[in-house]
C-alpha cells in the first residue's frame, strides 16, 4: 500500500513575521522545511534568538 505525502506549500514570509509565529506558538521549528543551506542558517539562528528570549522570560518569571 502506498502511502499519500502530504500537499506541501510553499510561501515566503519576513523572519520578523516567522519570529512572532514561533514566539507565540502558532508554528513550531519542526513544522518548517528550508529548501536550501542559506534558509536552514537563517531559521537555525532564529530559533536560538526565540530560545533566549523564551528563557529570558522563564528567569524573569522566576525571579519574580
Do not use: T
Amino acid at each position: 500500500m502506498r502511502m499519500n505525502k502530504p500537499e506541501r506549500l510553499q510561501l515566503s514570509m519576513s523572519k520578523e513575521q516567522l519570529k512572532k509565529l514561533l514566539l507565540e506558538q502558532k508554528l513550531v521549528a519542526s513544522d518548517i522545511r528550508c529548501s536550501d543551506y542559506g534558509s536552514q542558517c537563517e531559521l537555525k539562528q532564529l530559533i536560538l534568538e526565540c530560545a533566549r528570549i523564551n528563557c529570558s522570560g522563564s528567569l524573569q518569571n522566576f525571579d519574580g
